[in-house]
């Protein structure tokens, strides 16, 4: 516990003018209640020497503390121990450069900031696809989303960092040639080596205006699930192309069990409909689709990245919708959603890019192992009540374990992207091999040898 008016007598001197400390009242909302740590405090620095300063004074006073920006992941592990929360939403400043070859962002940026700020200058970003996540948490851990056709992943895309150790020291400019084996480590699990208050991203000129066919599709019911499963298992995305795969319970359709499709391609309408003309003469039940802009282009997503109830998820990478397997998912589903509709808002999610130019650069070039993941899957209980727990971890503990027998990789290796992963994911599903597993330790262990992120997940 940690007294809010000592501890902010003690730290504000050390602060720009202004900056606000707040007590446990004050909470930002996370998007998942199950490991959401209890601060007694929150700080939301205005620089990043605020995050330096206040890393360094909860080390003097044995507090753990914990940077946030969107607040959306789960895997927090010892969520209990934090103390002090180092909000970074002040830190939200976005700039594309002079010649439009890169954007400069803080660490508490969003991503639906990042992208309109982009779009302002009509540019594109690799970023993820919920606009309330934060932007370097996404990119950090991968970066999967919509443009990796063209420009492969989020890491593959990052130039520079500033980061805040755990003693608080602040290191500008960090990059693969002053860094090497940091820079490795970033590059899949970079918010458990340190905060990172700023990064810089490549940009790519847009095409077609930045415009692009997207939106929903909705199918009521299962009777049209099997072609729709043996339409995603064939079709090849291609570079301008990409595609969600949901069971949900739409309000608009009265709470119905349906399968959501969301297909996207990044070109002229009519290539678009020709493009996903096996989609569409499918008849979906509903169709909202239509040429957006990019800082639309995540409006669907919103309902999903709403900051409230309980998600304990589990993740899994897959190489085929095996239409067996997705049936007994499907049954499962309706009947978990069914029997408890204080569970109706629960989804069971897949993503699907295409991989081509992830996949050309070398698997050891970073810590982010699973590059050529067909689909990245989520299976994710949604509700309010913590007595619930045991009943929603046995029907996502039930769907992934579908998923690791019938969908799974042909050598039974199970791979799961960082930012799907639970709370108690094993490391060598996130990361790979056992050498790998030993560099980004030793790694670690330079950088933060108490393992004050713990929380972090490494």
């Not at 700020?117 to 606009?131: L, P």
């Not at 090849?236 to 739409?250: S, Y």
């Not at 239409?323 to 408890?340: G, H, M, P, R, S």
């Amino acid at each position: 516990m940690a007294d809010l008016k000592a501890f902010s007598s003690g730290l504000k001197p050390r602060l720009s003018t202004d900056t606000k400390i707040v007590g446990s009242e004050e909470t930002p909302a996370r998007w998942d209640d199950v490991c959401a740590p209890a601060p007694s405090v929150i700080v939301y620095p205005r620089t990043e020497e605020d995050v330096a300063e206040t890393v360094k004074y909860c080390r003097e006073q044995g507090l753990k503390c914990l940077a946030e920006s969107g607040g959306h992941s789960w895997s927090i592990k010892n969520s209990g121990d934090v103390k002090v929360l180092i909000s970074l939403r002040e830190l939200n400043t976005v700039t594309v450069a002079e010649d439009l070859q890169s954007v400069t962002l803080q660490g508490g940026t969003l991503i639906g900031e990042l992208i309109a700020a982009a779009a302002a200058k009509k540019v594109d970003v690799t970023t993820g696809v919920c606009n309330g996540v934060g932007a370097l948490g996404s990119l950090l851990h991968g970066g999967i989303g919509r443009y990796i056709g063209s420009h492969g992943l989020g890491i593959d895309n990052l130039l520079s960092v500033n980061l805040v150790d755990a003693t608080g020291k602040l290191h500008k400019n960090v990059t693969e040639s002053t860094h090497a084996e940091l820079w490795w480590a970033l590059c899949g699990a970079g918010t458990s080596l340190g905060i990172v208050t700023q990064a810089t991203i490549k940009a790519h000129p847009q095409l077609n205006d930045g415009m692009s066919w997207a939106g929903v599709m909705f199918f009521v019911g299962d009777s049209k699930l099997e072609k729709l499963l043996k339409l995603v298992n064939e079709t090849k995305l291609e570079t301008n192309m990409g595609l969600q795969f949901l069971f949900v319970c739409p309000p608009p359709l009265n709470f119905q069990p349906s399968i959501l499709v969301a297909p996207w391609y990044y070109g002229p309408e009519e290539e678009a409909k020709k493009t996903w003309k096996p989609l569409l003469d499918l008849e979906p039940d509903v169709i909202q689709m239509d040429m957006l802009p990019p800082e639309k282009l995540n409006d669907f997503q919103e309902p999903f990245c709403d900051k409230s109830g309980r998600k304990p998820g589990l993740g899994m990478g897959l190489e085929t919708f095996d239409i067996d397997a997705y049936k007994e998912i499907w049954n499962l589903y309706v009947k978990f959603v069914t029997e408890n509709p204080e569970a109706g808002r629960s989804v069971v999610l897949a993503e699907a890019y295409p991989k081509a130019k992830a996949m050309s650069r070398p698997r050891e070039a970073t810590l982010f192992a699973n590059r050529d993941i067909r689909f990245e899957c989520v299976c994710v209980p949604w509700y309010e009540n913590a007595s619930f727990d045991i009943k929603a971890n046995a029907f996502s503990a039930s769907v992934r374990e579908i998923w690791l027998q019938k969908c799974g990789h042909p050598d039974g290796r199970k791979r799961v992207y960082p930012a799907f992963a639970g709370v108690n994911e094993p490391l060598e599903h996130l990361y790979g091999e056992p050498e790998r597993l030993e560099k980004l330790r030793a790694i670690k262990a330079k950088w933060d040898p108490e393992n004050h992120w713990s929380a972090l997940g490494v």
